[in-house]
């Protein structure tokens, strides 16, 4: 059993990907959908972010209104930091519990999606392989600006907030180029797919030399006592 990361930068085409390796049958955990879970009406993380940005965060409805909180934390590093302290510990705890279930469901390798791995460091550490999903950066931010309906300006200072994609290049395992067009992303999604499979055909095998080497000990042991006795 292992754990995947995979990351990328904001629509860099993450969630692209990600589509595709459900349809594969992949175990996928997605951290903006649990950050948009743990800031539910009336959660502990919405009562936080009230407290400290305001209700003027709201919507009439009394829901976080996403597109002022961004234009906020967006251009204020300071800010970022706050709302980071206040969904990151919720969005790691309710990914934990969401893996454990997978394993539990005997998946053998579970993908967490999560856009900002390689800026807080310490997730990658439990990642057996980390894959990024890269874009050129005019492309990206072509995509970003129609997506979101932004001006180049806002759209720059999104980019801003996250390590560039290009200084995250050397740190991944694996790189999906989504440059192109999708059917060359979902090429290569295939194909990088297929090998964390094939690398799973060897872990029966890894766990039968452990137990067979786990049991030459203690059938040793047990003789070396008698002999000793
Ligand atoms: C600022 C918020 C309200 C904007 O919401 P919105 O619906 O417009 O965007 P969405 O949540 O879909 O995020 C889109 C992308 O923005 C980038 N992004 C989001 N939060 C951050 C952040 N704190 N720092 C840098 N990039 C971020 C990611 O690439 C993400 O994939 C929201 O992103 C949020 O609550 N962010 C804090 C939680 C967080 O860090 N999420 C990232 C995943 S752990
Ligand atoms: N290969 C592609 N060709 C054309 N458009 C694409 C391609 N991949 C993604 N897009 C478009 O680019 C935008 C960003 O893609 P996507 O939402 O998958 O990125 P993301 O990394 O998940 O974004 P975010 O970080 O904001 O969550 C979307 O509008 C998507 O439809």
């Not at 990351?7 to 950050?35: F, N, P, Q, Y």
């Not at 959660?43 to 597109?67: M, N």
């Not at 894959?131 to 997506?147: A, F």
Request: charged content about 20%.
């Amino acid at each position: 059993m292992f754990l995947v990361g995979l990351t990328g930068g904001i629509a860099s085409g993450k969630s692209t990907v990600v589509s595709i390796l459900r349809e594969l049958g992949c175990a996928v955990i997605d951290a903006d959908l649990i950050a948009r879970q743990v800031v539910r009406l009336g959660t502990p993380a919405y009562t936080k972010i009230v407290q400290h940005f305001g209700d003027g965060v709201l919507l009439v409805s009394g829901e976080l209104d996403r597109e002022k909180l961004g234009a906020i934390i967006f251009s204020d590093p300071q800010k970022r930091c706050v709302l980071n302290s206040i969904t990151h510990p919720q969005i790691r705890r309710e990914m934990l519990r969401q893996t454990l279930w997978y394993f539990f469901l005997g998946y053998r390798y579970v993908i967490l999606d999560i856009p900002l791995l390689f800026e807080s460091r310490s997730m990658t550490r439990y990642m057996k392989h980390t894959m990024l999903v890269y874009c050129d950066p005019q492309t990206q931010l072509e995509r970003l600006m129609r997506r979101n309906s932004l001006s180049q300006d806002e759209a720059m200072k999104r980019i801003a907030a996250q390590l560039p994609l290009d200084s995250k290049l050397p740190l991944a395992d694996h790189v999906i180029d989504n440059s192109g067009d999708r059917e060359s992303t979902r090429r290569q999604v295939l194909q990088l797919n297929a090998r964390l499979e094939s690398s799973l055909a060897y872990l029966p095998v890894r766990i039968t030399a452990v137990t067979m080497a786990t049991g030459l000990v203690v059938f040793a042991c047990s003789l070396l006592r008698r002999l000793w006795q």
